[in-house]
């Protein structure tokens, strides 16, 4: 089926954007006599790290959840999950930022705006899906809508939240971009079959 | 069936070769006070980017396109493929020496020469196919191809008209490439069931 | 079925993980006269190299062995997975630390601790997946998990006798972590038929 | 069927080998009044990287030819298969010292040690499949290596030249090593249907 080739080209776009982020974290260099006190220094950029796999990682959940209800693409669809991977490969560059420049606002807001603007290209797929009935086995009904729309409303509040508090309270910001993704990740790992057999 | 081995190689190819665009754009390293600065510096890297995004993307779909008609290949047609690769796989370097370099004519035209290498290898494999009928599901006819060459006439020719003004009107240049880019993704995005079941 | 998209996400984690290493191994810049001094000089981190492309060739190894007898997912699962390919997509920055201070007591613990997580994660796989028969094809039972519990216990007990050595014979810990790797690997390299059609 | 799976992350291994190669050019930094004469400069490197793509193309080509003879898999055959892979994914490392020390004898030999221990591997992995006939479709009986011993012998025997002759005449060496990459790509041009479906 066509659709798996975007599937395919979509996993693939995820594993290596999942695995590139270690590439940021570079090895210090060193005396040796320092090289405890240098790799404290960056737990910073190993928390983002972590945050930022497990973000990734939760876009990937959620894209096959979505792939799981599509029977076949058309020419826009394509161009649509090419704009969702395009916020979702440009990931490494907020991700370093925010290691290289741990409390800074401007980076804590360029981290929030892709996670926003990642979330809301996957809403327009999903509305898409609507509007195209012929491309789903489910139909993405304004019932299954009604019930996504205020995940994303939260989702998307909290992170426009942890933008505004970046210039006053970077931490707090922080604290809410883990939570949210904390929150996501336990409400996925509770599905039965996430990606059943089609 | 043997070909789907080279559409997963290629695919593979094509997901590294989007993902590690963004390498190229390195966080800068500058006192926290001047980060705005430094990041506002950087959109001429952003914007290649995001060029160089779509054009990888829309290379990976015109691929599988021809690769839909095609039903067994042999080996002529594997090195054609690799060389088509190869040209794809090189287009980190352009970018990045475009972002680097942004309104110098060097960079904008080795960026245009390798679009239009693409681009003709890409021809040459569909040459290939209509004098090898027994690779294919669908014949790759004179009619196909009549109707093929005047997109690929223009396409080249609006590159090559690129090149020529890279050391004149460099943001004309710019301009050229974007706008046949958007152009093919639009004409692209209206295709019904672009990677259909075989 | 839906853990083929987990396992192909996997598999490509794995494939780039494995590939990157080389990256860490940058080539030395002197004056051609001293190269071959410089690249002898570097042997340490060619040995750390081998050493990690095969203790990551050998957790895609038992990652399928695992895979081989799940039937089906659930997000758990999903997450579960996820923890443990963090720990194999940290891999590249131990194995850059160790070979940038070879003999250097941090970077050998640090390698040594990220073996022993990746360990457990999938030893918690294991029990996950005796507690949810549902999930498998073969019963993940207490006989099985009894045959499996020495083998785990061995390994990650010689890798914390080389993280305590590291201090006082560093020498000795990359021995112990060697062995235990070429030991793993003649144990795998007698399967009869390892990843059998299931 | 158990062999996919090691076929698709040997496929994703390549994949990312073929493409890393293009990180080792890097973007020259001097000023745009220098550009052009700075990019001359790179022209050893561009040959490089251009030889060096075909070279893991090729691998990859033969990887499958031999690939296609295999039935099923054991816990050797992983293992000779990593060993492959392991000098695989030496290669941005010989590749970028060549292009770094274009003329200088340690990187052309260390490159033509790469390419003669990857076919010595392949050959192993050949011996294997005829020591073991369960685990192929085809026999790989004594008359199809003996078809196959004189290639692995001319190839290898060049390449031996070609490390020879790098304290001498450089630039022969490289033409020994291009001359036998061409002489096996034309070679594997000719094949009908390379990959076919088993």
Known sequence: MGKQRLEAFTDGVYAIVITLLILDIRIPNVQ???????????LPQVF?????????ALYWFSHHRVAQQVKQIDGTFVWLNMVWLLFVTVMPFPAALLG??????????????DL???NVTGFVIL???????????????????????????????????????????PWI??????????????????????????
Chains 1, 2, 3, 4 share one sequence.
Not at 100 to 113: E, F, H, T
Not at 134 to 157: H, K
């Open 127 to 169: 509305l898409y899906m609507k509007g195209h009935p012929d491309l789903c086995f489910t139909l993405v009904d304004s019932r299954l809508l009604r019930r996504q729309v205020p995940v994303y409303a939260v989702t998307n509040g909290v992170y426009a939240l942890g933008i505004a508090l970046a210039w006053y309270l």
């Open 32 to 42: 040796p006599a320092s090289l405890g006190t240098a790799l404290a220094g960056m």
């Open 116 to 118: 926003i603007l990642t």
């Open 100 to 113: 290289r420049y741990p409390l800074q606002p401007i980076p804590i807001a360029i981290y929030g705006v």
């Open 173 to 198: 910001s922080y604290g809410l971009y883990a939570s949210v993704l904390l929150a996501l990740m336990v409400r996925s790992a509770r599905i039965p079959n996430p990606l059943a057999e089609r």
């Open 48 to 56: 983002t790290y972590v945050l930022s796999f497990f973000v990734v």
